[in-house]
């Protein structure tokens, strides 16, 4: 029991500092009742057909985490018309463990638009976006990809603060190397300051808080999905792989969980665990989140079950998941289902927090 305090303090427990970032009393304004859409990339679920061209070669060499350098690229994609859309981006290498050369060739990358090339493109009013590609060009890989793109549209059917990703098939080529061209699955992921926006709020980049100051039921959607998806690559306290949302319309914080590569539920080749956590395997589950009174703990158990089939429909409607692929994923999430099943395991797995 020890070791298990330990690593719930890890993502948790540390000193709060939201409190003391909570805004000034302000004379009361009228709410904000203009709808706000998500950016058009992310209004429609039809895989984007797109073609990225630069010199990858030197691209790929940028491995360093603080490298602020960005190089010369030009996306083309197919509009909705049939007609190709082209012009000049910027694109910066990205991320920790993926942006080792040893794990990723192909590294993630973020995406810089300029806003007067881009309007009136599905890219419009886009300062940046994250792109998520497939790390290694075997198939194993492209699979992970659809994969983890899955687990974004399934936090989309529990809550609506959780980002929007758009699925692409993605052309590499590099006029220096023809020899490199290749076409795989990508996804964009969605600004989190333009989710904001569609919730009338603004994101909070202040460390240090405690998951008791979150929203109770977001929170406790999120704590288990976290052990839904088996994630256990996170922080609240130090916003790793989150984001805090505050919106207008109330004075609770909101967080929201991304990046989902080291799940269980994914399963990628290079998938390790933080020797600090008591299980050894990626697919072992381990729930991190906290301790949530039985009646909202059961409320949420009962959304996960009434959403089932819309999330494992998440899976299903994607045309390139290969049948295997598709097997492994619905079994993974058969398990976490049947625990649902049996309030013995929900109180074990969920509910022993409580007594640290």
């Known amino acids: ?11 948790l427990v540390v000193p709060a500092a939201l409190a003391a970032q909570q805004p000034a009393a302000a004379p009361a304004a009228a709410p904000d009742t203009t709808p706000h859409k998500p950016a058009r990339l992310f209004r429609s679920k039809e895989p984007l057909v797109m073609w990225l061209q630069a010199d990858f070669k030197t691209v790929f060499k940028d491995r360093d985490t603080t490298s602020k350098k ?6 083309r994609y197919l509009g909705e018309k049939g007609d190709t859309v082209s012009f000049p981006v910027q694109l910066s290498t990205r991320g920790h463990y993926r942006l080792k050369p040893s794990t990723c060739s192909f590294p993630p990358l973020k995406v810089r638009f300029d806003k007067e090339k881009t309007k009136g493109t599905l890219f419009g009013g886009e300062g ?8 290694q060009s075997s198939e194993r890989y492209a699979q992970d990809v659809y994969v983890e793109y899955a687990i974004y549209g399934m936090y989309n059917v529990l ?3 959780s ?12 006029p220096a190397d023809p020899k490199f061209t290749i076409t795989r699955p990508a996804f964009w992921l969605q600004d989190e300051s333009d989710l904001a926006k569609e919730l009338k709020g603004k994101v909070v980049m202040q460390k240090g808080g405690h ?14 999905f976290q052990y839904f998806v088996a994630n256990t690559d996170y922080s609240l306290s130090y916003l790793h792989n989150y984001r805090i949302i505050v919106t207008d319309t109330s004075m609770a914080y909101f967080p929201m969980a991304y990046d989902f590569d080291l799940t269980g539920l994914v399963d990628p080749p290079y998938g390790v665990v933080d020797y600090r956590l008591p299980i050894k395997r990626v697919t072992d589950r381990l729930y991190r989140g906290g301790c949530h009174p039985p009646d909202l703990l059961a409320e949420v158990v009962a959304l996960f079950k009434a959403k089932r089939d819309a999330m494992y429909g998440v899976l299903r409607d994607i045309k390139d998941l290969q049948p295997a ?13 049947k625990q649902l099943n049996d309030a013995g395991a929900i109180k074990r797995e969920f509910r022993r927090v409580c007594n640290n």
């Open 159 to 161: 809550t609506p603060f």
């Open 211 to 224: 998951a008791e100051e979150m929203d109770p039921k977001q929170m406790a959607i999120t704590d288990v």
């Open 1 to 11: 029991m020890v070791l298990r305090a330990r690593w719930l303090t890890l993502g």
């Open 325 to 337: 692929r598709l097997k492994e994923a619905t079994d993974f999430l058969d398990e976490f289902y």
């Open 163 to 174: 980002l929007k990703a758009r699925l692409a098939s993605v052309t590499w080529t590099d």
């Open 128 to 135: 940046s976006l994250k792109l998520s590609d497939h790390c």
């Open 70 to 75: 960005s190089y010369a690229a030009t996306l």
